[in-house]
């Protein structure tokens, strides 16, 4: 059945026929016509946030969080400038968000009208593909792509640009309509076949079926042959769900298993063949079992520079099989003995059936001696493992744990015991701070029977923290913990070991939490000693709606060990420089 | 060791597959020599040429990255052409 709809309209139905349930936005004047249809449509629920960075962070949060994509909205100019951090966090970590802005009138546009500004231009290197839609009889198969393109393969973020007029203009609408190939728009019909100069392609092995199966049989190979193999698993593998996969390999081979930022969570802690995270604040163990392994398979990770630090000096010894999604990552940071373009799943899972049993125990032991006790980091009590091994207790392990960017990050990535698939989410590749907060309103709507808490510094909580009021306002209990050490403590941390202790604007003073979450209508609490933490933590986590509790933690606490940037994983700074470096 | 590689890549007509074609290259901080389009001879398609001043290696990823963009056929390194023996001043 066709009927005559406005864009605005026909925006709404298109989400909601895709069975988009939330959406995060906020109101201005070239996207009022979306804002003024939406009132017909209950089923899409719109969540008022209080800065256009947060609607962006948040519809990231719900993407990681339910494997769906999330929505975001803006206006024009600024509402949608406001949201470039935003999507560029989500193009960094590979999350599925579709933006939809306005956009001044089509006859305004170029003229520098008010809250004109080319956010199409301003996005193009940080979307996997934009629109700004000209007819509003395009309009209906844009979002239907858009939100097709955004999932598929490597996921990323779309915008979707909407003069106000085309949002006015009517055409006729066919309910649930491009069920078509929802790229066709995009690659055209006629043309597909179309090469320049076929059979001549200069791309990667691995491209088509037949190469996976041959980079299969040869990373096997590999494998069987391997004295110290190594499993390097990322966000692919979270991505895809390919955790019993993952498992069954290295179960299969006995190949103890190292998680990237991006891929906690994605292996069990606790599991005899868990290792932890490499690189900048990686363990030495890990980043030492790198460096005389002979083997690495990598799947679903891109070998960025702080996994590798100096990749002249990257396991030296080790082949590389490297799976991925994406053909462009292959090669793109570290030389691979074989590259595997495919699913991570489903190249697992044919790598897991291809791979002969065996077990690697004189390697495992071998990297056990690698342990080293971990350096006494922090004075006092209220040290932030302890504060982590609180927040388990108070949760028995099943919350998600959202995090901000900085110290807090990279203790909560070391110290917390993740069991469960895809319950630590961060922002890894971009490094947005302010991230944690309204990120977490997003994993909360796509996992309203699930405990969040937020965690972040007193810098990067100082970003977002307007983002309580619409925790207040939609009714979002998110758990905010705070880490409060009176510094930007990383940037403080690179200071002291590398600026000849210059805390060159570090110092950052923080209101009176207790009395901003009274401000609020929340509870909040003020943590300074171990012996408060575990009756203020399960209080926190036991109420029924936002809650904030500040840590107050040690000033100058360190993040041990450290691979300096440019650094060899072989030469991890694990105490205070006696004499620092610099001026 | 720099080179001059030349690429050549089929896009659909449109100033934003042109756009992120060339963007890829200022994105990934490739020096370009020269840079041309023109009609491809199927209508709809054109064809952009551009030689890199890089190493095998830049020049191929450039070709990955240029081959993701929505809107683009195909892209093909056509030739390389040593530069060593270029006069040094």
Same mark, same amino acid.
């Given at each position: 059945?066709?009927?005559?709809l406005t864009g605005a309209q026909i925006l709404c139905r298109s989400l909601v026929e895709a069975?988009v349930d939330v959406i995060f936005g906020y109101p201005g004047g070239a996207i009022m016509p979306f804002y003024h249809a939406l009132g017909d449509h209950p089923r899409l629920r719109h969540i008022l946030v209080r800065h256009e960075q947060a609607a962006a962070h948040a519809a990231d949060g719900y993407a ?5 994509v999330g929505v975001c909205v803006a206006t024009s100019g600024p509402g949608a400038t406001n949201l470039v951090t935003g999507l560029?966090t989500a ?6 968000v579709v933006a939809i802005t306005g956009q001044v009138p089509r006859a305004m546009i170029?003229?520098d009208a008010f809250q004109e500004t080319d956010i199409i231009?301003m996005t193009?290197?940080?979307t996997?593909?934009n629109y700004l839609v000209q007819?509003v009889?395009?309009l209906a !198969?844009v979002v239907?792509?858009a939100l097709?393109?955004a ?6 973020p779309v915008l979707i640009d909407v003069p106000k007029d085309v949002q006015n203009q009517k055409?006729?609408y ?24 076929? !059979? ?33 698993? !990322? ?66 990770? *891109? %070998? ?10 990257? #396991? ?7 799976? /991925? ?19 991570? *799943? ?29 350096? &006494?980091? %922090?004075?006092? /009590? ?11 207790? #108070? =949760?028995?392990?099943?919350? =998600?744990?959202? =995090?901000?960017?900085? @110290?807090? @990050? ?24 302010g991230?944690?907060v309204p990120a977490?309103m997003g994993?909360h709507l ?15 909580? @100082?970003m977002n923290m307007a983002e309580i009021a619409t925790m207040v306002q939609e009714k979002l209990?998110?758990?905010? &913990? ?15 070991? %590398? ?21 609020y ?17 399960? @209080? ?34 694990? &105490? ?8 | ?89």
């Open positions: 059945m066709t009927e005559m069975g990681r969080a339910s494997g769906r560029a193009h960094m970590d590979s999350s599925p170029g003229r231009g193009l290197p940080i996997k593909q007819d009889a395009e !198969g239907a792509e097709a393109i999932q598929e393969g490597r996921p990323g055409t006729e066919r309910s649930s309509q491009p069920s078509q190939d929802p790229r066709a728009g995009a690659r055209g019909q006629s043309l597909g076949s179309q090469s320049l100069t076929p !059979g001549a392609s200069p791309l990667t092995p691995g491209a088509s079926p037949g190469n996976v199966q041959d980079g299969v049989r040869e990373a096997a190979r590999l494998i069987a042959a391997a004295e110290r193999p190594l499993l390097m698993i !990322g966000h692919g593998v979270i991505l895809s769900s390919a955790y019993p996969e993952v498992r069954a390999l290295a179960e299969k081979t006995g190949i103890p298993v190292i998680t990237t930022l991006l891929g906690i969570s994605a292996f069990p802690e606790g599991h005899p063949l868990f290792l932890g995270m490499p690189g900048m604040h990686g363990e030495v163990r890990v980043n030492r079992a790198i460096q005389h392994a002979d083997l690495i398979v990598g799947i679903g990770l *891109r %070998f960025d520079d702080r996994v590798t630090g100096n990749t002249a000096g990257f #396991a030296p010894r080790a082949r590389i099989v490297h799976i /991925d999604l994406d053909r462009a990552e292959i090669g793109k940071n570290v030389p691979v003995a074989v590259g595997i373009v495919g699913d991570a *799943r489903e190249v697992t899972r044919r790598l897991a059936a291809e791979v002969s049993p065996r077990t690697c125990e004189r390697w495992l032991e071998e990297i056990r001696e690698f342990t080293r006790p971990r350096p &006494a980091a %922090f004075r006092g /009590d209220l040290a932030p493992e302890t504060i982590l091994a609180s927040l388990y207790e #108070a =949760t028995g392990g099943r919350c =998600t744990i959202v =995090t901000d960017v900085g @110290q807090h @990050q990279m203790w909560v990535a070391k110290l917390y015991p993740y069991r469960r698939p895809n319950t630590h989410i961060t922002s890894g590749g971009l490094g947005t701070m991230f944690a977490a994993v796509a996992r309203p029977g699930e405990t969040v808490w937020a965690i972040s510094g007193d810098g990067g909580f @100082q209990p998110v758990k905010m &913990a705070v880490f409060n050490n009176g510094y930007l403590g990383m940037v403080r941390q690179w200071q002291q070991f %590398f600026h000849g202790k210059r805390y060159s604007c570090t110092p950052i003073w923080s209101p009176d939490y207790v009395k901003l979450a009274e401000a209508g929340i509870p909040g609490w003020r943590v300074k000693q171990a012996a408060e933490l575990w009756d203020v933590v399960a @209080q926190a986590n036991d109420h029924p709606g936002p809650a904030l509790v500040e840590f107050v933690i040690e000033q100058e606490a360190n993040v041990y060990p450290m691979i300096p940037p440019g650094g060899s994983l072989s030469e991890p700074i694990e &105490a205070e420089p006696a004499t620092a470096a610099g001026d | 060791m720099p080179a001059s590689h030349n690429v050549a890549v089929l896009l659909e007509d449109g100033l934003l597959t042109l756009n992120r074609a060339v963007g890829v290259l200022r994105r990934r901080n490739v020096p370009i020599e020269c840079l041309a389009l023109k009609p491809s001879g199927t209508a709809g398609v054109s064809e952009l040429t551009f030689v890199l001043k890089t190493d095998a290696a830049t020049a191929g990823r450039v070709v990955q990255q240029i081959h993701k963009i929505i809107g683009v056929r195909d892209v093909v390194l056509v030739a390389t052409e040593d530069s060593t023996t270029e006069v040094q001043s």
